[in-house]
Every structure is written in structure tokens, then in C-alpha cells.
């Protein structure tokens, strides 16, 4: 079962952000590693489900040009805020995962820091076609998504799917097991993965 946009817009609406189980304040580390060491570089970027924005805005921060999108007006509301606050320019939008409204290979870069797990089954091929449509060819994506090792559930992945959703577009590069202690205080498994655009 996945959430909708009003499920998702009251969660932004009645928690604050230290709250909320993915929001932990700082960018995700791997990100920040693959950043620094120049596995992913400097240049547009398209990230699908933003949230109260604190990825995007490091990207911002460091020089890249920056779309976040996200299905709930909250949570745009707050990206935007905290943006102005941290005194950089981004391009943040309510717009639904499945309707990309970008050119063809517009983006140098697509980061999906918990997104693609809340893509319900029967959308998943939309969204991976998308993705691959808007990134540039040789273009960077960044997965980080549930694994199967926090128990059975339609979206918790183990390698080997991940492999066979993604491969047909994407040279997997990557795909590594991690933990982290959320928000809510739960040690959740993760799989993250980087893939180059074929
Ligand atoms: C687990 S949060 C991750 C937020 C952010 N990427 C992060 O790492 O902090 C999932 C986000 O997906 C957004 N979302 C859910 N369904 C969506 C959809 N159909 N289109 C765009 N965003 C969606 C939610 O509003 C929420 O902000």
C-alpha cells in the first residue's frame, strides 16, 4: 500500500521536521562521500521527492543547479523557506514522480533519497523510464531505498530486484547495505546504490 498526497501533506503538516523518520537535518552521508570524492559531479540535478529539502539545498550550497520536486505543498513550503534561509536558488515544485515535466536529458544528475520505495509496484516501470528519459546519457543516479532486511513488505528491495528493475537502463556502478538510526529513534536497513544512465 502506498501513501497518497493527502496522507502525505498532513504527515508534513501536523509533525515538525525532527519528527519526521527520514528527516535528519544533514544531507545522507553517502551522498555527501560521492559528492566530495567526484563520482558525482557538479552540474543539474533533479531530486524526486525533496521533502523539507535538506539534500537539495547541500547540492545547491556546493554549486550544482538544483530541481526538487515533491507530491505534498508542505513540504515545498518548508524547502522553500529553508532555502531563502540558507540564502540559495532552487527551482522547488509540487509535482507528482510519475508526470516529469522535463526535457529529454535535461539533468546530470537524478538523486532519489527515499523516493523510489514509495513508488507502488504497478508504477515502478513508469518511474524508472522517466528517470532514464530525463538524465543525460553517462548521467548519474542516486538510490536510496529500503531493503528486505527490515522484513517483508511490497517495497523492500533486496539486490538481486534491484538489479533486474534497474539494469535494462541503468549500469549499476554500486549497491551497498546500510543503517541508519532515524528520526523516530528505528534502526532501518538500507540499500544504496549508484547507477550511470546507459
Ligand atoms: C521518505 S520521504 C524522503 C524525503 C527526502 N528525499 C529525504 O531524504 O529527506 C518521501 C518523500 O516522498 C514524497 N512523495 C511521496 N509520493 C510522491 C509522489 N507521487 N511524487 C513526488 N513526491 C512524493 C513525500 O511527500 C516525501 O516528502
Not at 38 to 64: H, P, Q, S, V, W
Not at 160 to 166: S, T, V
Not at 170 to 185: S, W
Amino acid at each position: 500500500m502506498s501513501f497518497e498526497r493527502d496522507d502525505w501533506d498532513s504527515i508534513y503538516r501536523r509533525r515538525s521536521l525532527d519528527q519526521l523518520p527520514w528527516e535528519r537535518g544533514k544531507p545522507r552521508e553517502m551522498l555527501v562521500e560521492l559528492v566530495e570524492s567526484g563520482m558525482i559531479e557538479k552540474g543539474r540535478a533533479l531530486d524526486t521527492c525533496c521533502g523539507a529539502g535538506t539534500n537539495g539545498i547541500y547540492l545547491a550550497e556546493i554549486g550544482f543547479d538544483v530541481v526538487g520536486i515533491d507530491i505534498s505543498s508542505k513540504a515545498i513550503e518548508i524547502s522553500r523557506k529553508k532555502a531563502e534561509e540558507a540564502n540559495v536558488q532552487m527551482d522547488l515544485r509540487v509535482q507528482d514522480f510519475l508526470v516529469l515535466p522535463f526535457d529529454d536529458e535535461e539533468f546530470d544528475f537524478v538523486l532519489d533519497s527515499g523516493c523510489f520505495h514509495h513508488v507502488a509496484a504497478e508504477n515502478r516501470t513508469t518511474y524508472i523510464e522517466g528517470v532514464h528519459r530525463v538524465l543525460k546519457k553517462g548521467g548519474k543516479y542516486f538510490l536510496l531505498c529500503f531493503s528486505h532486511k527490515n522484513g517483508p513488505g511490497w517495497n523492500q528491495f533486496t539486490e538481486q530486484q534491484i538489479k533486474q528493475l534497474f539494469s535494462k537502463h541503468f549500469e549499476i556502478l554500486f549497491i551497498k547495505d546500510v543503517e541508519f538510526l532515524e528520526g523516530d529513534l528505528v534502526y532501518r536497513f538500507f540499500l544504496n546504490s549508484l547507477m550511470v544512465r546507459i
